[in-house]
């Protein structure tokens, strides 16, 4: 059974430009959650997919948006880059999102470094 | 504004002692708990989930539940210094578009040799 994966590991990026992280579910999950994690604080929820809708987003701007595919994996889009925006990216995936806690149990995958200059 | 509030340390225990860790929520429609462990640069692992008051073990931790106090906490015995990490305690809710979890700051585990 593969895990949750994400590419790319870290990314460099400058003021103003966009970037795409990715994240492949583990195999049998259907829902995916993106969350934002700033040094020295807890992981902030930006959005969840469940069967490619968006279900649930946390207080983040318009220009983070993201799809789910139909294999169910997922894409977290940032445009206009900010300082601010430098984090560790998660993708976390479930085997649902409303069944209790053994479908909803949140996997993460190993995180995407975000350097924004 | 649902908030999850943790110390956030550090906490330093000699190796061998019992380490508690402590976590409050404010929404009392919360129904499931979740304990995280993460390494230094590295992302989270599931510890364990708690959706019923009492305890819950699983081999050296038990999560430990009081809802009418809105409280959890996890106990590690026996600690070890690979235990030595950031612990998250992270709530969810239900109904509606409730998916996600909320996360405390999470508290820092330091178990000295």
């Known amino acids: 059974e593969t895990g949750v994966t994400q590419s790319p590991t870290h990314l460099i990026k400058t003021r103003g430009q966009q970037v795409t992280l990715r994240c492949s579910s583990q195999s049998g999950h259907n829902t995916v959650s993106w969350y934002q994690q700033a040094l020295g604080q807890g992981p902030q929820f930006i959005f969840q997919y469940y069967r490619e809708e968006e279900n649930g987003r946390g207080n983040f701007p318009p220009r983070f948006s993201g799809l789910q595919f139909p294999n169910y994996s997922s894409e977290l889009n940032v445009n206009a880059l900010e300082l601010d925006d430098s984090a560790l990216y998660l993708c976390?995936?479930?085997?649902?999102?409303?069944?209790?806690?053994?479908?909803?149990?949140?996997?993460f995958g190993p995180g995407t470094r975000l350097t924004v200059l | 504004q649902k908030e999850v509030e943790q110390n956030s340390g550090p906490l330093s225990v000699p190796e061998g002692a019992i380490a508690s860790l402590n976590c409050t929520y404010s929404?009392?429609?919360?129904?499931?708990f979740f304990w995280y462990r993460q390494y230094s640069g590295k992302s989270p692992e599931l510890i364990m989930f708690?959706?019923?008051?009492g305890d819950k073990e699983d081999g050296r931790f038990t999560a430990q539940l009081n809802k009418a106090s809105q409280y959890v906490s996890l106990l590690i015995r026996d600690s070890q210094p690979s235990d030595s990490a950031t612990y998250l305690c992270a709530v969810k809710g239900y109904g509606g578009s409730q998916g996600n979890l909320i996360f405390g700051k999470g508290t820092k585990l330091s178990v000295k040799p």
């Open positions: 976390a995936s479930s085997l649902g999102t409303s069944g209790g806690p053994h479908t909803d149990t949140q996997y």
């Open positions: 929404d009392r429609g919360s129904q499931s």
């Open positions: 708690i959706y019923s008051n």
